[in-house]
Each structure stands twice: as C-alpha cells, then as structure tokens.
C-alpha cells in the first residue's frame, strides 16, 4: 500500500495526522528531557511527556481550522495579497488561541493560575506560534497541490486510455467492413456458378459475423479464440477456392492460451490469400506459425505466391495498414511488425508481441488502476 494509497483513505488520513503530532510530541519530550538532565534540573520522562504532548496535540487540535483556511485562501497568481492578508490575521489569532488553550490545559494538569501561565506563554511562544501557523500552511498548501497534481495526472491516463480505446475501436470497424465487402463480393461471384456453393458461404458468413460482433468491444483474446475464428473464415475461403487452397497450421501447445489483438490473423490470411493465391490458377498454400520465444509470442502467416519482388515491393493495404496501426496502439515500441520473403519465395508476414496470458493481462490492468 503507498502512501498516495493511505492518503486516499479518510481513516488512514486521521490515524497518520494523529501519528504525525504525536512522534513530533515525543521527539520534543525526549529532546526537552535530555536538555534538562544535562543542565541538572530535575525533569522527570513523565513531565517531559505530558509538556510536550500538551503543547502539540494542541498545535494538532488548531491545525485542523488552519488546514481549511489554507485551502480556502491557496497563494495563487493574483491571489497573494487577498490571502497573505487572511493569512497574517488567521496566524496572529491561532497563536492567540493556542495560548489561550494550552493555559487553560496547564491549569487542570498542573493546578497553575490561567493568569500566570498565559503571561509566560504570551513572552515565551508568541513569535513561536506564528511560525507553527505559517509551516502548517506550507505544509497543507504541499498536500493540497501534489492531490491537484495526482488528480490531472489520473485524469490525463483516463483521457489517454479513452483516447486509445476509441482508435482500437476504430480501426476494427474498418476492418470487419473491408473483410465484409470483399466475401460479399465473393458470393456475388459465386452465385452465378455454383448456387449451393454460395449458400454454405452466406452460412458460414452468418457463423463468422456473429462471433466476430461478439468480441467486438474485446481488444485481446487467446491464440485459440483467434484460431476459432480464423477457422470460420477460411472455411468460407475454402467454399471459393476449393483444392487451389491448402492451410498448414504450426502452433506451438504453449501459444495457445497467449493473448492476441482480436482479429489480428483474418486480414493477413486474407492478405496472402488475396495476393499469393487469388491471381494464380495454379494450387497455392497458406502457412501460419505461432511459438513462444522467451517473453514474446511471434506469430508468422506466409504464402508461396509471387512475394515480393524489387520492382514491386509489396504494397500494404487497409488489412495490412490496419493490423500495424493497431500494433503500435496496443503495444508501441514492445512490438516487432516485418514484411518479407517467405521460405518458398512468397510473401511472409511476421509479428512479435509481448508474451501473457490472460491472467497476467488483468494483474497488469489492475495494477495501473492502483
């Protein structure tokens, strides 16, 4: 628990404040016995105690009043003079008050005349007492600016996490729009020679629509959702390519349960799809790899089309655009995006993003929360 953790809490806030003027006391009382030993005269630890302790659970007792007039009164730009002016007034009556009630404490401890210990008080704290006043003022103005500083600071990562939630959000209603409009126009196609064909699309459509839209306000998942839903899309490619389309999956057992960017594998399937299979007539195969390296989860799609070439480097569309801008949103600089050639000479696609499970995600959120 913190200190900014106590300060939050009202009855942490009173046992500290309570803590605080009682240790300044007992300091006192020890300094105050330890002089007076030493110069020989007779001050029992009791005595030394009991002074002490009157003397600044009284300063406690005012400082409550003088808290609030320090709020209230802050030296603000163009407020000084207003406040410096409260201020000298609130010190001359605090140390007034303080002397009135530590007299009056003196005579039920030690029986004294409320006259004669006023008297000595007046002489001998007068000066002493402002400077308590003006220190309490310091102090609680000190507060009072680092809890303002904590509140924009608190604000200011609500606004940034709001900020980033809406681009994520964004940026995957572009997505499903832009995978949407490329299957529909498949069917179109579809339709006109195999209509049985195109119906087991619209069904499979209707299956992948409906999981995607139920992690919609989902940013991560685990691999194995991922590769759920990454199966209900191929199953549609499937539908449209027939034999011309093989899939070869290589993920690693201790990938599976890894969180992922929901949706991060469709458009670069699509992408290899759509450029390394779509414009051959020839059987293509589309291969995705995931495995744990140390702390980071690298995943990889790759296809044994054209790939790239100097003439014609590969040009990023808005699937390939998407997932790097949703990359950067969700992990900045901790990941790693790269466009090359694959193994077989096709484009190959790979990503590397820190390593956690779903628990560790929820341990790290809570964590930025406190």
């Known amino acids: 628990m913190t200190l900014a953790t106590v300060l939050e809490n009202r009855v942490g806030k009173w046992v500290l404040w309570f803590l605080f003027w009682t240790l300044l006391g007992l300091s006192y009382a020890s300094s105050y016995y330890i002089s007076s030993a030493k110069a020989g005269w007779e001050v029992t630890w009791k005595k030394a105690v009991s002074d002490s302790l009157g003397d600044w659970y009284v300063f406690a007792l005012l400082s409550i009043p003088v808290g609030a007039l320090a ?45 004669d210990a006023f008297k000595v008080l007046l002489v001998k704290t ?25 509140e924009r600071e608190l604000h200011a990562s609500e606004l940034e996490k709001h900020l980033a939630q809406a681009k994520l959000q964004a940026l995957q209603m572009q997505l499903n729009p832009h995978f949407l409009f490329n299957t529909l126009h498949s069917i179109s196609s579809l339709m006109h020679k195999d209509v ?40 549609i490619e499937q539908i449209r390519f027939g034999e011309r389309l093989s899939v070869k999956m290589d993920i690693a057992p201790e990938a599976m349960e890894a969180q992922v960017p929901n949706l991060i594998l469709q458009p670069l399937v699509e992408n290899a799809i759509r450029h390394g299979i779509e414009p ?12 744990r390296q140390a702390d980071a989860l690298s995943l990889e799609v790759c296809d044994n089309g054209n790939g790239m070439t100097t003439a014609k480097p590969a040009r990023e569309g808005v699937g390939l655009s998407n997932t790097r801008a949703r990359l950067r949103e969700l992990y900045g600089e901790a990941h790693r995006f790269e466009l090359g050639t694959g193994p077989e000479g096709g484009l190959r696609v790979g990503l590397t993003i820190p390593y956690r499970t779903a628990n560790e995600s929820n341990e790290n959120s809570n964590a930025h929360r406190g």
């Open 126 to 150: 007068w000066h002493y007492n402002l400077l308590i006043y003006w220190v309490i003022v310091a102090v609680s103005q000190a507060f009072d600016y680092y809890r303002k500083y904590r």
């Open 196 to 235: 049985e064909a195109a119906d087991r699309m619209i069904m499979r459509l209707s299956d992948l629509l409906r999981a995607a839209l139920e992690g919609a306000e989902t940013q991560e998942v685990s691999l194995r959702k991922e590769l759920d839903l990454l199966q209900l899309y191929l199953g």
């Open 280 to 291: 051959r007539s020839r059987p293509g195969r589309v291969e995705v790899h995931a495995c």
């Open 71 to 115: 709020r209230s009164f802050r030296f603000d730009a163009g407020k000084w003079a207003r406040s410096l002016a409260v201020h000298a007034l609130g010190s001359a009556a605090f140390s007034l008050v303080y002397m009135v009630l530590r007299a009056g404490l003196g005579c039920w401890q030690f029986g004294a005349a409320f006259s």
